[in-house]
């Protein structure tokens, strides 16, 4: 609008100059097409200079989805599908020893006294052995498998005393879909962590987060912004039987808590599966 007024400015000026030197102003109808004119090309470099400040506002967006598509990459490449007969869960490649790995899932992932295979993110499959159960209230299982000619990546274990309700996690493992043509696909699910339990319930679970989990993803890895594993997936939201939210100790949660937990998908420390080594 300041240019509109310096315009106006502008124009009397030339008017005042050319009486000065005999020129005769053009009709009104033809000064007034001229300064509509003139207002139209400043509103289009308005327009202009306010589409290039809302374009330097959006590399940050671009930044997240940046972030967002190496983490799914990165969250791939260290996780495993877990298979039993026509079943599976899933896990996360932890440790490697020369050409052997080792792999950490949930202790329900695993049928015991049944032979379990590793898909790794190539799309290669391996025997594996598993290891004995680590604690009788913790629900995580061992096993390892063999590569003798392809190196794969291993997770990054992030102790989880620093976490904080609000701060984004990312789960990741191989879900089942009723679309077949999915079913088995790995996935990255997005959230932010909502409860962190004082104690932890049956089975080590403590983390409570907003990702949707779902059948197949057990034993998957849940990671922080920096890619670093915090937690390992476990328990779904919106239980259908029985009552999961239950202590260590034997103490449970009143009503109203366990309807609020049950909004939230629960995952185990990483830190509970490092005091345990």
């Known amino acids: 609008m300041d240019r509109f007024f310096a315009l106006i400015d502008e124009k009397h000026l030339i008017k005042k100059q050319a009486s000065q030197l005999g020129i005769i102003a053009p009709p009104m109808h033809l000064r007034l097409v001229i300064l ?4 139209a090309g400043l509103l289009a470099i ?4 306010s589409s290039v400040l809302a374009q330097k506002t959006s590399p940050k967006k671009i930044h997240r989805e940046l972030v967002v598509k190496q983490l799914q990459q990165y ?20 440790q490697r020893k020369g050409k052997v790995y080792l792999v950490l899932t949930n202790e ?6 049944k032979q379990h295979q590793i898909q790794v993110a190539d799309g290669s499959i391996y025997s594996t052995n598993l290891l004995p159960a680590i604690g009788s209230k913790d629900d995580l299982g061992l096993m390892q498998f063999y590569s003798p000619t392809i190196v794969y990546p291993v997770a990054v274990l992030k102790q989880t005393s620093r976490l904080q309700v609000g701060n984004r996690v990312f789960a990741g493992g191989f879900p089942f879909d009723i679309n077949l043509s999915n079913s088995g ?7 932010k962590i909502s409860d962190l339990l004082k104690q932890p319930l049956i089975g080590g679970y403590q983390i409570g987060y907003s990702n949707n989990v779902k059948r197949g993803m057990s034993g998957g890895p849940l990671l922080d912004i920096q ?18 939210y239950v ?14 937990m049950s909004h939230l998908s629960w995952a185990i420390p990483i830190s509970i599966f490092l005091h345990l080594l």
């Open 36 to 39: 509509f004119a003139s207002m």
């Open 46 to 49: 308005e327009a202009v200079n």
């Open 75 to 94: 969250a791939k490449s260290i996780t495993v599908k877990v298979i039993s007969n026509d079943s599976w869960g899933s896990g996360v490649i932890i």
């Open 108 to 113: 329900h992932v695993l049928s015991r006294g």
């Open 185 to 191: 696909k790995f996935e990255l699910t997005t959230g």
């Open 227 to 244: 890619g670093e594993v915090v937690g390992i997936n476990g328990m779904p939201k919106y239980p259908l039987l029985g009552n999961p």
């Open 247 to 260: 202590f260590k100790d034997g103490s449970t949660v009143s009503e109203a808590r366990w309807q609020d």
